[in-house]
């Protein structure tokens, strides 16, 4: 059965950072893009970044662009964000997402979710 | 304010048939694929539809989606309590270079 699971969440003070891990299991992680997706508190959700397998196409929201850095390792089946100059609106439960081997992104398997709470 | 448009909330009894719309632009759903979610707060969201007709395997079949020029719908057939939770749309946007997700809609079983 595919697995993602995130960690890497936590509290922290606005302008500082995190670093988010989504390890995969079960599934060819290196030939699936991967998209990280967000939910605010009492919010909808809201997709974040994606990822092609290579590492070659990435995309961000406007709202974390220059601030958020996604990155993955295909050796070790991980996908990571990395957030800067984090802000309050910023605070949500982070999810790590699949995408799709041949086309565009399903999202067919999610993990259970991280939460962010930036706050002084 | 989302780039895609869904009605905040829907209700219905049970066994009825219910409709939740998504409204998007030329840049979005009328070019790309739509998908379909079903999340209840405090799980990982399920992808129940994916482009834009076609049910995952697992899914029941009385989740069913469409779509035409600009707007996409999903249809749940012989509504049940279990129903009850967020549902939202999704598609790329061209324009943005991004995907966009619909505000989400909260349904509610009678």
């Known amino acids: 059965e595919v697995q993602l699971v995130e960690s890497g969440g936590g509290l922290v003070q606005p302008g500082g950072s995190l670093r988010l891990s989504c390890a995969a299991s079960?599934?060819?992680?290196?030939?699936?893009?991967m998209n990280w997706v967000r939910q605010a508190p009492g919010k909808g959700l809201e997709w974040v970044s994606h990822i092609s397998s290579s590492s070659y196409t990435i995309h961000y929201a406007d709202s974390v662009k220059g601030r958020f850095t996604i990155s993955r390792d295909n050796a070790k089946n991980s996908l990571y964000l990395q957030m800067d100059r984090l802000r309050v609106e910023d605070t949500a439960v982070y999810y790590c997402a699949r995408g799709n081997h041949n086309g565009p992104s399903l999202f067919d398997y999610w993990g259970q979710g991280t939460l962010v709470t930036v706050s002084s | 304010q989302s780039v895609l448009t869904q009605p905040p909330s829907a209700s219905g009894t049970p066994g009825q048939r219910v409709t939740i719309s998504c409204s998007g632009s030329?840049?979005?759903?009328?070019?790309?694929?739509v998908n379909w979610f079903q999340h209840v707060p405090g799980t990982a969201p399920k992808l129940l539809i994916h482009?834009?007709?076609q049910r995952p395997s697992g899914v029941s079949d009385r989740f069913s989606g469409s779509k035409s020029g600009t707007s996409a719908s999903l249809a749940i057939s012989g509504l049940q309590s279990e129903d009850e939770a967020d549902y939202y749309c999704a598609t790329w946007d061209g324009s943005l270079t991004a995907w966009v997700f619909g505000g989400g809609t909260k349904l509610s079983v009678l």
């Open positions: 079960d599934f060819a992680f290196n030939i699936y893009t």
């Open positions: 482009s834009n007709d």
């Open positions: 030329n840049s979005n759903i009328a070019s790309n694929i």
